[in-house]
């Protein structure tokens, strides 16, 4: 028996499809690089992290802020809109870290990861979707992980991201 090589659209909505392709499930969204987390790093080297509601695990979560990329942004002015909308803070400088994959077997778009440099404070009132946000030394970033205080896979990634390049940029 041949293997099914067609493509085969099961669910289809405004934000994405479910395709069966030989066999395997795949979400596939409109754009390649559908998404965007902002690392944001003030001067002094601390990172913010937003705290928030995630109705998908009925739990608050500590995460980097994040969103989607609107048609025809970049994924470094979707960064700076994100942050901006969800903390209040206007981004300084925005450097493009790389792309992640969520979940290579299931989705196939990617993630934009961006270091956000800030400085100051918050300039405008937000969507309301961050209930606070924290400031936290790369060793308090690294301890929270270690203690499972973080578990979004989004932020897990993006801090190793701005780990690895900040090691190389030292090398």
Known sequence: MKPDTASQCLLHTPYFDVVKERGYFIVKEPQ?????????????G?????????RAIGAQSIEFPRGAIDSGETATDAAARELLEETGWPALKVTELGL???????????????RVDIDGEAVESTDGEVDKV??????????????????????????????AHAEVASS
């Open 32 to 44: 390649a690089i559908n998404g965007v987390v902002a690392v944001p790093v003030l001067p002094d």
């Open 46 to 54: 601390r990172l913010m992290l937003a705290v928030l509601q995630r």
């Open 100 to 114: 992640l994959h969520s979940n290579t077997s299931l989705i196939a778009s990617a993630v934009s990861v961006c």
């Open 134 to 163: 924290l400031f936290v030394s790369l060793a308090q970033l690294k301890a929270m992980i270690a203690a499972g205080k973080i578990t979004d896979g989004h932020t897990l990634s993006a801090a190793m991201m701005l780990i």
